[in-house]
């Protein structure tokens, strides 16, 4: 028994359970044992047990998601490549077109002009500003008295932002100096108003072509000439390209394109033989599943990657739980439930559009959740909902909506008590994956009314599939696993079973007794978060071999009427421990699930028959000559919180029924005592159960016990007057009147 973090670290605290009834040396030898006990731990062989389950799942579950399966019929093909045969669809299947999309959107962004900005009156006059200095360099080669002819053509020829022609670069240097002014007034008129227009980048060809249309008519040949050239190159955009606003004019025009969806039926002809593969047909043998991929050990890698990734996580969430490694069942179911349900996302989820929203993700959550707890079962949803998102290529909805919805289904099924449980997980697992659908396709998912309806459809059956195959899985569990499931429970736990029928009829002291002690122990169990439907039926359960001989116990004896009063103390006990025996013997007869099966020998672990073991040390008369182990039940103690739980709840019931206390507090009393017999006893040292626990056991049974042993009000004895009819008679004479009544 672990002593958890309730325990006080000076003994001489005592808690307020042993307050009383147990010494401090007995208590100090308690916290010892009960210590050692507590910090065993697990065996390495367990853990290398598991361990090795792991490695199984890693190696199969990589082999399944890499290997393409055998059943499928794939091409040899690539986008160019010639098909050699009429390639048709293998079944009816809608799909958004990822490359149909991307090209309507692109052809829409096409279409979207460029956007400029309004004409910037600061570049006019920065070109005007530059034409006049190019006027007035050239003014200064003009006159200059000491340079030749060829000299000056020399310096023109030099200017940069300038390339004038040889005719125009004489026609300058020829002109006298009244049209040399007239050209510049002109070069400057033309300049100011060709820029006073629009001009973009697209549109200044035109205007250069535009320019010798703005020379004046009184310019001669020579002056047009340098004005045209002048005025052309000077020429800039004043209106300059708005690169913000188109790119977000043209994302408005994808955005706006609807997703673009094929849909082939069966059979209908997606490559003709000798037509050339285009990426739209290349998509959708994709998307069929029907092409071979490439060999690309990047893409294995993260496969194998992932695979570890979700191993290392589970293996976190189950390091800490001791009944997976110890129990040789749960690794096992364990490790099925998850390579079928890779297997399963394998088959569904990739190229499958709705059939991948039919996953049923919950049967593992509540199979999980039934097998190894609640925490587990969460872990193991998480990570499949990664597991189906990435075989879904990336797609975080499908993923989402799966894990989620399937985390509601153990939670709202609970310990499965009741078939109506079932029914409502199942409407959970529907209703949450159509919300979660519907919150995805509100937060942006391309997606149309039609397939939505066809999802929605999808995640509806998958809450009704998923409650028929837990059903199924749980009728195979305890079938052939014999692991107790929620439904083997609620048909144990009928009165109608065949069991406890014949309790009721062969041993009606003891079924009453039975149902008394479930009650208890049903109390305790949700006190302190154990499996308060398990214990609940086994406490049925736990005296069934009492039908062997049921007159040989107490409850289901006449007043008056003791057999054990014939019978030697070693007799008697022999016929009281048999009880056990005989019980595991019927309980395999009527193929009791094995964790009900040990409430029997369980409940009464290795304690003394004290009662039969005094008599017989009175009888020998020196307790050295009595074999106390003739006197103790074969056990083993118990192992589980349940099983303990009962142990004291059946001691508790029988020592108040016979005692019949009469105040709370007396039965406060006899409980601290039982308690205290067992924990001292060792009985609870295998259980786990701490202290706390303990306490939280006591004040759940006090709660029960006092409404049913509550005293009870006496009420007065009603004295009858009997007379005889010739007393009557006389008396009525005597009166003189007629015949008195009989009260």
Avoid: C
Wanted: net charge neutral; glycine share 6%.
């Amino acid at each position: 028994m672990g002593s958890g973090n309730d325990l006080p670290p000076n003994v001489e605290s005592y808690p307020p359970l042993l307050s009383g009834v147990v010494g401090r040396e007995e208590l100090e030898d308690f916290f010892v044992r009960s210590q050692g006990a507590f910090r065993q731990g697990l065996r390495p062989s367990e853990r290398v047990r598991g361990v090795i389950y792991g490695v199984v799942f890693v190696l199969l579950s990589a082999l399944m998601l890499i290997v393409p399966l055998p059943w499928e019929s794939r091409v040899n093909l690539k986008v160019g490549d010639v098909s050699p045969v009429d390639i048709r669809a293998p079944r009816k299947l809608s799909y958004v077109s990822e490359v149909l999309t991307k090209e309507a959107r692109d052809r829409a962004a096409a279409s979207v002009p460029n956007y400029y900005l309004p004409p910037d009156p600061s570049i006019l006059r920065g070109q005007i500003a530059l034409a006049q200095n190019l006027l007035d360099y050239i003014s200064t080669v003009r006159s200059d008295p000491y340079a030749s002819f060829e000299e000056k053509r020399r310096y023109l020829k030099a200017v940069s932002v300038l390339s004038l022609s040889d005719k125009a670069i004489d026609g300058i240097l020829r002109m006298s100096d009244s049209e040399w002014q007239q050209t510049g007034k002109e070069v400057l008129s033309v300049l100011s108003r060709a820029m006073s227009r629009e001009i973009r980048e697209d549109q200044l060809p035109e205007a250069r072509r535009t320019v010798p249309t703005l020379i004046s008519a009184y310019m001669n040949e020579t002056q047009s000439l340098v004005v045209s050239e002048m005025v052309t190159q000077l020429l800039k955009p004043n209106a300059l390209y708005d690169k913000a606003r188109t790119e977000e004019e043209r994302e408005k025009a994808r955005e706006s394109v609807k997703p673009v969806t094929i849909t082939y039926e069966k059979g209908e002809i997606i490559v003709r033989a000798g037509d050339v593969v285009t990426p739209t047909a290349m998509e959708a043998l994709e998307k069929f599943g029907i092409v071979s991929e490439r060999r690309d050990w990047r893409k294995s890698a993260g496969t194998v990657l992932l695979v570890l990734v979700f191993s290392g996580v589970m293996a976190a969430g189950l390091w800490r739980e001791e009944s997976y490694w110890i129990d040789p069942v749960q690794p096992k179911v364990l490790l099925f439930m998850f390579l079928l349900f890779v297997l399963l996302a394998r088959l569904m989820v990739p190229g499958h559009v709705v059939l991948g929203y039919l996953y049923p993700l919950a049967v593992l959550a509540m199979v999980t959740s039934a097998v190894v707890g609640l925490k587990i079962a969460v872990f193991g949803v998480v990570l499949f909902g990664v597991l189906v998102g990435y075989l879904a290529g990336g797609s975080l909805n499908i993923g989402a909506t799966l894990a989620l919805s399937s985390i509601t289904a153990p939670i709202v099924l609970g310990r499965g008590e009741r078939m109506s449980r079932f029914t409502w997980a199942g409407v959970a697992v529907a209703t949450i994956g159509v919300a979660l659908y519907a919150a995805m396709v509100r937060l942006g998912l391309d997606t149309d009314l039609r397939d939505m309806f066809q999802v929605s459809g999808a995640l509806i059956t998958n809450g009704i599939l998923s409650i028929a195959l837990t059903i199924l899985f749980f009728y195979l569990m305890g079938s052939v696993l014999e692991i107790t499931t929620p439904l083997q429970l609620i048909e144990l736990s009928r009165p109608t079973s065949p069991l406890l029928r014949q309790l009721l009829l062969k041993a009606p002291g003891t079924y009453h007794h039975s149902l008394v002690v479930a009650n208890m122990a049903e109390r305790a169990a949700d006190a302190i978060g154990a499996d308060s439907f398990l214990v609940r039926v086994g406490a049925y359960y736990h005296d069934i071999g009492k039908l062997s001989a049921p007159y040989f116990f107490s409850e289901n004896q006449m007043e008056g009427m003791n057999p054990h009063e014939r019978l030697d103390p070693y007799t008697s006990a022999q016929i009281i421990i048999k009880h056990v025996t005989a019980g595991l013997k019927m309980a395999e007869e009527h193929d009791l699930p094995r964790e009900i099966r040990d409430f029997i020998p369980q409940h009464h672990g290795t304690m003394l028959i004290r009662y039969f073991y005094a008599q017989a040390v009175k009888e020998a008369g020196d307790p050295e000559k009595v074999d106390e182990k003739q006197f103790r039940y074969p056990g083993p103690k118990p192992q589980s919180k349940e099983t303990a739980i009962l142990m004291l709840a059946d001691g508790v019931e029988a020592a108040v029924r016979a005692t019949a206390p009469k105040t709370q507090e007396d039965i406060d009393r006899i409980l601290r005592r039982i308690f205290a017999e067992r924990i001292l006893d060792g009985q609870l040292d295998e259980s786990r159960l701490t202290l706390y626990d303990l306490n939280l056991i006591r004040q759940a049974f006090l709660d029960v016990l006092k409404g049913l042993y509550h005293p009870r009000v006496k009420y007065p004895e009603l004295k009858k007057k009997v007379a005889s009819r010739s007393e009557d008679g006389e008396k009525a004479k005597d009166r003189g009147s007629g015949r008195s009544s009989v009260s």
